[in-house]
């Protein structure tokens, strides 16, 4: 049932892709529920010959809409903001006026407005088209895939080797610093003796790895993974705003969207079977999979 999940769940870039396409009915509801007026080439409106340049107006706006389109978009931006630094100059110049337009548009702002409502259903998409168009940068034709396993995960399946059912072919098998701090605690003050067993256990097979290589550029086990220990804790400043650097999943979930960030074309799944952490990685477009699918894919 788990065979190839990794496949099969949307990659980064898909997800943000799909956040836009979420955000186009809004839009659409927000200029049917709005009504603009315009003067024309020869200064006219409503047959009264106005002096100036052609300016439209809305004569009606839909504030309630303006809210849900508002709080969309900022969602999407946020991701859209922590792959864009990654981009040259004139890119990020050009994506960040995109931007202003859009953030105009949604709130319709007095020389925002389109000629006819049709007509500003069709701007909101020739604009947005500049951000798929900065999701094509980051494309590849061989994404990596990568298995990220938290704490509890560990403790129930620290061989690498377990994790092949969620993929096929050669994958990458990484271990976090929160984690593994995680389980040098449990081995030493977990009040389960067991479970500071298990800690144990998995600390040592870690640790076993050193003998075989540079873990922290990666090892090769069984021909077709690598494991590969991450040294540094994650940068939550450049990370998402609701993240708290005090709360151990928070610097999981900053730790895998950062790699995520840094290859965005790329495959990247968190096992666990925490319900909060899940909840957190989808919040972060994150993909995950359920420790309970790897326990079925092994029974």
Known sequence: MAYNMISNKPTFLERLSQQLDELLPVIDMLMDNSSVYYHDSNGRHGGVISIGAPVNHYSKKDERTQIIAREKYLRFLTHVELILKRADPLTIKKTKEVEKRLTSFISQEPRSAPRTTEGGKLFFRKQAEAYRTLFGLFKKDEPEQIIVAETNAL?????????????????TFLLLPTVLS???????????????????????????????????????IDRTITVRMVATEPALHNALPWLDRANNDDRIIASVLGLQVQHPADRILLVTGDINLQ???????????????????NA
């Open 279 to 297: 909840n957190k990685a989808q919040a972060a477009l994150l993909s995950f999979a359920d420790t309970d699918d790897l326990e079925d894919s």
């Open 155 to 171: 403790l129930q399946y620290p061989d690498p080797i377990t994790y092949r059912s969620f993929v096929n072919g050669p994958f």
């Open 182 to 220: 995680e389980l040098d605690k449990l081995k030493i003050h977990h009040r389960t003796e067991g479970v500071r067993d298990k800690a144990k256990a998995a600390i040592r097979r870690f640790k076993g790895y050193r003998t075989q290589g540079d873990v922290l550029a990666g090892v090769t």
